[in-house]
């Protein structure tokens, strides 16, 4: 049986119990080893006051009576009585005749009481056969002895045990359940606390202890109960704080890392799990485990700020900010994502280098021409005029790309403004086409138109679809050798008009796919100049479909033709 399981009032029971258990044995062991001794000296000390008097009798009493004597004293005083000559004759006898009994000098109570007045001594009498308490007094020219059996104190000690035996019993009976009404009364509170306890550690915090028990029990109930209420509200505030702070980290778009003083990864944030695909995994490992990244480590030791490239899972660039918590217990990390604006600035760079190329070239140009044109010596009329000629083609580009450019760039910062209503598609590609047809006749290349007759209107601004439609169907007709065919489709798919500008000429290389809507992109770099190219035609069109909740791509393959599509939503 594990005692340890046990209730508390039961151990508190059992311990009473078990105390008690060992008073009542101590009591009569106790009573054991301790009254014969004292009811042998009791016992001692009354016989030699009665040797006394019957030596004081026998003093009085002739010696022809003094047997007769001694037999009526033994009667009336229940002891046997035995008078002794200084020389060990016994002279007179109460239980045997004096003709049955030896020499008695030999006797130790006899030699006691003969050296020191009074002597004493406890064995097997040689004459009655029992186990007798003798006791002597030495008188002039004699010996008074009396003794009694040793059965009288067994009986004694035999009755007092029963009787503390009966009475360990009764008070046994009686004590034992009000001990354990006191075990319930003091441990239930107790127990209870202890419940309360265990439901406060599990989070339940609406238990409360009784209070009603007074004393030292009771203040302890008290003082749980208002532990237990402030821990409540502290858990309470913390829980509010946590929510708040999981909302904040929730919420901000960049990623927040805490690392402990062991450089354990401890709490990361949902923009820094999705910027780096971690999970909770990550929890418990070190930095330069799940990030793999040597610069981010050493940041994390040194603290402060620096601009750092991560190559996994995608290439991405931050601004990574280190700083220690308070008390040096670790290091909260946070990470700015400036891929966008690096991808701006390279942009912005490349922008900048292709407007200057593309504005130097026909400045160049014309400056030339001009110079001489008004030299000292000009040339002749109609080589003026040749020149002249060339100026106005190069004016001319430079006019159409600063408007491409101004174009770009309202559709860009959204500040082109779009007047969206119905438009009847068949009629715009119609118009375009009609446009375009004489150059179309001129470059030997046929235009095709194949739209269905039920197709819906398309919801667009009709002055930027008919740019897109002339962007895609020039170059079409610009880009592909003499001789080739340009079709123009269109289909309802999925709630959206699907255009397509298609042409069997040569194709495009698939490394030039996707950078073909970029601005200033070029396949055929010296072709396109040629032909009065400014680079910027397919970016206008791609932020012009995207204006109208489109989307623009291409599909082309060499020496199969190219398919320039794009969407419109239905009117």
Not at 390 to 412: K, P
Not at 452 to 477: C, E, S
Request: hydrophobic share 45%; with cysteine.
């Amino acid at each position: 049986m594990n005692i340890s399981r046990l209730p508390l009032h039961w151990k508190w029971f059992g311990a009473v119990a078990l105390l008690l258990l060992v008073l009542i044995i101590s009591i009569n062991i106790t009573l054991d080893v301790s009254l014969p001794p004292f009811l042998r000296e009791r016992i001692r000390a009354d016989l030699e006051r009665d040797a006394r008097l019957i030596a004081a009798l026998s003093q009085r009493t002739p010696p022809s009576e003094l047997n007769a004597a001694v037999h009526t004293w033994a009667q009336q005083t229940g002891l046997r009585v035995t008078i002794i000559a200084t020389d060990g004759t016994v002279i007179a006898e109460s239980d045997r005749p004096l003709a049955e009994l030896d020499n008695h000098l030999n006797r130790a109570e006899v030699q006691s009481a003969l050296q020191n007045g009074v002597g004493s001594a406890i064995r097997i009498s040689d004459t009655v056969h029992l186990n007798l308490i003798y006791v002597a007094v030495a008188e002039p020219g004699q010996i008074v002895r009396v003794a009694i059996p040793l059965h009288e104190i067994g009986a004694i000690t035999r009755h007092v045990r029963r009787t503390v035996a009966g009475v360990s019993l009764i008070i046994t009976s009686i004590v034992l359940p009000f001990v354990y009404w006191i075990a319930r009364r003091t441990t239930d509170p107790i127990q209870s606390m202890r419940r309360m306890a265990a439901r406060v550690a599990a989070g339940d915090f609406a238990g409360r202890a009784p209070e009603y028990t007074g004393g030292e029990i009771g203040e302890l109930a008290g003082t749980l109960n208002t532990m237990s209420q402030q821990l409540e509200t502290r858990v309470a505030e913390l829980t509010n704080e946590k929510t708040h702070l999981a909302g904040i980290l929730a919420s901000m778009i960049e990623g927040v890392l805490v690392v402990d003083a062991a450089g354990k990864i401890r709490l990361t944030n949902t923009a820094l799990r999705h910027a780096f695909g971690i999970t909770d995994e990550a929890l418990g490992k070190t930095v330069l485990e799940v990030f793999r990244h040597a610069g981010l480590a050493e940041l994390l030791a040194t603290s402060g700020a620096r601009e750092l490239a991560f190559t996994q899972p995608s290439e991405r660039t931050f601004t990574v900010q280190a700083g220690q918590l308070a008390g040096q217990t670790g290091v909260v990390v946070v990470f700015h994502d400036i891929t966008r604006l690096k991808q701006l600035e390279n942009v912005r760079k490349d922008f900048v280098a292709n407007v200057s190329h593309e504005l130097r070239t026909p400045l160049s140009i014309i400056k030339g021409y001009v110079e001489t044109l008004l030299d000292a010596e000009p040339p002749d009329a109609a080589t003026g005029k040749q020149f002249l000629e060339t100026v106005q083609r190069h004016s001319r580009r430079l006019e159409a790309l600063i408007d491409d450019l101004l174009s770009i760039s309202a559709l860009e910062s959204q500040q082109a403004r779009l007047d969206f209503a119905p438009v009847a598609l068949p009629a715009a590609i119609a118009g375009v086409i009609e446009e375009l047809n004489q150059r179309a006749h001129d470059k030997q290349t046929g235009l095709t138109l194949e739209i269905p007759a039920d197709l819906p209107a398309v919801l667009a601004d009709g002055q930027r679809l008919h740019q897109v439609l002339v962007n895609l169907i020039d170059n079409a007709i610009k880009y592909t050798p003499a001789g080739t065919q340009v079709r123009v489709s269109a289909t309802l798919k999925n709630g959206h008009v699907e255009i397509c500008v298609a042409d069997n000429g040569p194709g495009i290389a698939a490394e030039h796919l996707p950078r073909i809507f970029e601005r200033f992109y070029r396949v055929d770099k010296a072709r396109s100049r040629e032909l009065g190219g400014t680079g910027l035609g397919l970016a206008i069109v791609k932020h012009i479909v995207q204006a109208h909740n489109g989307r623009v791509w291409v599909e082309s393959q060499l020496e199969k033709g190219s398919q320039f599509y794009f969407t419109l939503p239905v009117a």
